[in-house]
């Protein structure tokens, strides 16, 4: 064959190791996009195999081809419309019987299909013996073992794969589940139905999902043969009466059961267990981590270090990135010399840019190890276990225990958090938990509270857990916001559920992975892929809004005739020659600062700024402050860089560059600090959060989330400050 | 499915099984057909065994074909079981 291009499709269950396969086939030649019309991730990467071009798509992890999730019909639409040349089922080994049933579902759609049996090492340690070759023979499928994190036997499934893909007759030779007496010759004829009216390709399987009642299927044979569709259904419908009298249930439940039947009798005779040990150690971390009285205490204790940690190791490197930038700012602004001091590219780019971007670029650390943390949770498995243990508390507010996936997801950010919704299995189940879903504090929001904590909450250590780990207030504080934040969310929920959302809490199902160790490529690929976004962020959206925020913090100048003033001030101060030498510079310091403050006052956003300033007033905000928490809108981390800004444009070159905390601690209160953070925590989700619920939710929903929790935070914000400044 | 007719115990709602228990699948009550067909397509069709291994203070984890799940406590109230 002259074709040197393929396609490869990579289909397989959560957990089942699809994406360190996909890494292990694609290393760093990835792009992340989405399925059109839905905000479903699209994994693709580039490989090559000896001289044959490939291109690598990840379709969600799915446990069957029915069209219950969003993942589901995704990958199913994707196997149908845009025919891979060989789709590869990631099979976990050691779980056989369950993972195969996504592949007899494979067969049943007729795709030429190879599988990579994973997780072989996992298998062999239980005492499994797999008869690969048997068992290939069995399902008429090529089998390939696999050990994903090692790379093993990744070279030989791609040999399959294009084997499969050059062989036109790969399909012919699959076998698919039989289904018996009773069925299958109803079976025959819906398939023979559908082959002469409808669809020559894959009759049997569209046959199948007719009987099975599948709304997708039925809505896609309605688009391909409109003037046969009745007819199908009518006879689909006979059928389903006629097996559900004589075996009692639903037609789509004999089916499924028919499919594990033909699994679990291919594996009686090439699989051999010489133990009985799966999940065994598994069940015995769990036997602690799920234990009644202990579950949440650990689950607590894990959360408080996760956060801790984070602070403990991310903070220096805070440290370390905020003096560079102020090296940056100064090596950057050096270049104009003393006669620089009105250049407008030098404050666009020291001023704008450099302050305005590099406050949030040095956070990334944080982000970092928080989205590290996160990883670490998922991939070792806890936290569906987290799911099960809070499922109590869950319960009260009228969620159940899934519910929290999402939730803990939005600590790192929000956005990721109100897809993982996908996963719940109501309609008001996915509302309630996106609309409180903000309130769990977001990794963009770090930024904003490390900035405040740090300059009006001088850092010490408070106690040291287990004697060693060091916790200091700023941890404690910033617990207080998060459980805030919870607690906020714990009312919210109850709410919407005993008003907009009523209703008695759902059934639910969750598999709970065996526990593992993450590798640590696992865990750094997660954390970059997020990681790298924000950085993004930073680099495109939140430069965008600084370098607007810069020119109007920068125009328009004021008049020579108001500068003269500030100038006369200062050459009476310095004319004046007083003998202490110290208060010469107070004074001339006091010129300057009031200069700024004139400046940026006469400026385009001091105007606005102060015109919105009397509804934040009761807030205890300046006009300033102000102007950021709108800003924020666009995306949290703004705050920080447009007060960066606020306080940097107009400065002296020569000025010793102070620290933006220091401008901060000399202009407010920690009262108002408090306020910031509480606000910030509380108030409009950002852009791209309204943007994923209307999305997911509709415009209605999205507009209740923004005004209820820009309400609320006002509210409170309100509250804590009037009540606070009375009491201090 | 037919099997179960010859199994001569009356279901029993999950919530009575205990832990450490192993009991068989006979059904879900008040259940809509899609529910019941994602159990199906989990393995959890009619005369399945399953085996309670926590019953926390609402869901259960509960083992089937050899995978953990954690069903939810509105779950345990409608799946249907026979011990043994
Ligand atoms: N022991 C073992 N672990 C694996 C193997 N393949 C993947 N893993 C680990 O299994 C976990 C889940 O893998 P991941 O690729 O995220 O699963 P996905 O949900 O299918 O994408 C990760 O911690 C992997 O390091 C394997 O062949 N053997």
């Known amino acids: 064959m002259t074709d040197k291009h393929f396609t490869i499709a990579l289909a397989g269950n959560p957990n089942s190791g699809k994406t360190t396969v996909f890494n292990a086939i694609t290393g760093a030649r990835q792009h992340v996009g989405n399925y059109p019309g839905v905000t479903v991730e699209k994994k693709a990467g580039a490989a090559t195999h000896g001289d044959v071009r490939l291109e690598v798509v990840d379709l969600p992890g799915t446990y069957s081809l029915t069209a219950y999730s969003i993942e589901e019909v995704v990958a199913r639409n994707f196997l149908l419309n845009d025919k891979p040349d060989v789709v590869v089922d990631i099979v976990d080994s050691s779980n056989l019987e369950r993972n195969l049933y996504l592949a007899t579902q494979l067969m049943e759609l007729g795709v030429p299909l190879v599988l990579a049996f994973n997780m072989s090492d996992v298998a062999e340690g239980r005492g499994y013996n797999i008869d690969d070759d048997k068992l290939a023979e069995l399902l008429g499928v090529p089998i390939v073992k696999t050990v994903g994190h090692k790379g093993k036997g990744i070279t030989e499934l791609l040999d399959a794969a294009l084997a499969v893909a050059r062989d036109g007759q790969a399909v012919a030779s699959q076998r698919h589940p039989n289904y018996g007496s009773e069925i299958e010759p109803h079976l ?27 709304a997708e299927t039925i809505k896609r044979l309605r688009q391909a043969c409109p003037q046969h569709i009745e007819e199908l259904l009518a006879e689909a419908e006979r059928l389903r009466r006629h097996i559900e ?5 639903a037609a789509e439940i ?102 305005g971007v590099g406050a949030v670029m040095v956070f990334t650390p944080l982000i970092m190890l928080l989205f590290l943390a996160i990883a670490f949770l998922e991939d070792s498995g806890y936290m569906a276990r987290a799911a099960f243990v809070i499922d109590r508390l869950m319960h009260k507010i009228g969620l159940h225990g899934k519910s929290f996936i999402p939730m803990l997801i939005g600590f790192g950010c929000t956005v990721p958090g109100i897809m993982a919704t996908r996963t719940l299995e109501t309609r008001r189940d996915r509302l309630t938990t996106i609309l409180v879903l903000p309130l769990m504090s977001c990794g963009a929001r770090l930024p904003i509270y490390v900035l405040i904590l740090g300059a009006f909450f001088p850092v010490n250590t408070v106690l040291r857990l287990f004697g060693i780990l060091p916790v200091t207030n700023h941890a404690l504080w910033l617990f207080l916001i998060y459980i805030i934040g919870i607690a906020l969310a714990i009312i919210c929920a109850k709410i919407f559920r005993a008003t907009l959302l009523k209703g008695e809490a759902t059934p639910f199902v969750m598999e709970l992975p065996p526990y593992r160790m993450p590798t640590l490529k696992g865990l750094a690929i997660h954390m970059w892929e997020r990681t790298w976004l924000y950085i993004k962020k930073a680099g495109t959206i939140i430069l965008a ?73 009761p807030c205890g905000f300046d006009w300033k402050i102000s102007t950021a928490t709108i800003g924020a809108f666009a995306a949290k981390e703004v ?29 407010y209160t920690p009262l108002m600090g408090f306020c910031i953070m509480l606000f910030s925590l509380i108030s409009m989700p950002c852009m791209v959060t309204v943007a994923v619920t209307v999305r997911e939710a509709g415009w209605r929903w999205a507009l209740l989330q923004v005004t209820y929790l820009t309400a609320l935070a006002w509210v409170l914000t309100t509250i804590v400050y009037q009540v606070g400044s009375r009491l201090i | 499915m037919n099997d179960a007719n010859v199994n001569p115990l009356p279901p029993m709602p999950l919530t009575m099984a205990l832990v450490g228990q192993r009991v068989t699948f006979a059904g879900v009550r008040n259940a809509g057909r899609g529910l019941t067909h994602r159990l199906a397509e989990m393995g959890l069709t009619p005369g399945e065994n399953l085996e309670i291994l ?31």
């Open chain 1, 188 to 214: 025959k004829q819906l398939t023979g139905l559908v082959a002469e009216k409808c669809d020559k390709h894959r009759p049997r399987w569209f046959a199948i999902k007719l009987l099975e009642n599948d």
């Open chain 1, 245 to 249: 009298s004589i075996c009692g249930d």
């Open chain 1, 254 to 355: 004999i089916l499924a059961d028919r499919r594990y039947g033909f699994i679990s009798g291919a594996c009686t005779e090439a699989v051999t267990q010489s133990v009985e040990v799966r999940h065994e150690r598994s069940d015995k971390i769990d036997s602690v981590m799920t234990n009644r009285y202990l579950g949440l205490p650990i689950f607590a204790l894990l959360m408080f270090l996760v956060f801790q940690l984070t602070f403990f190791m991310g903070n220096p490197l805070v440290d370390l990135l905020d003096s560079g930038k102020g090296l940056l700012a100064e090596a950057v602004g050096g270049l104009w010399g003393e006669s620089g001091a009105d250049s407008v590219l030098r404050s666009l780019l020291v001023d704008g840019i450099i302050e």
């Open chain 1, 545 to 617: 809004i600084v370098v607007v925020l810069w020119a109007l913090a920068y125009w328009p100048k004021l008049g020579e005739e108001k500068l003269v003033v500030f100038e006369q001030r200062r050459a009476a101060v310095q004319a004046d020659a007083h003998p202490d030498k110290e208060q010469t510079a107070e004074l001339l310091a006091e010129i300057d600062a009031a200069e700024h403050e004139a400046k940026l006052e006469h400026s385009a956003i001091g105007r606005a700024g102060k015109t919105i300033a009397p509804v934040f007033k």
């Open chain 1, 639 to 667: 705050f920080v860089g447009q007060m960066g800004v606020l306080y940097s444009v107009g400065d002296d070159v020569d000025e010793e560059s102070v620290d933006l905390r220091e401008k901060l601690a000399a202009k």
């Open chain 2, 54 to 84: 926590n019953r926390g203070s609402g869901p259960f984890i509960v083992s089937i074909k050899g995978s953990r799940f954690v069903l939810g406590r509105g779950m345990v109230h409608r799946i249907l079981v026979r011990p043994g």
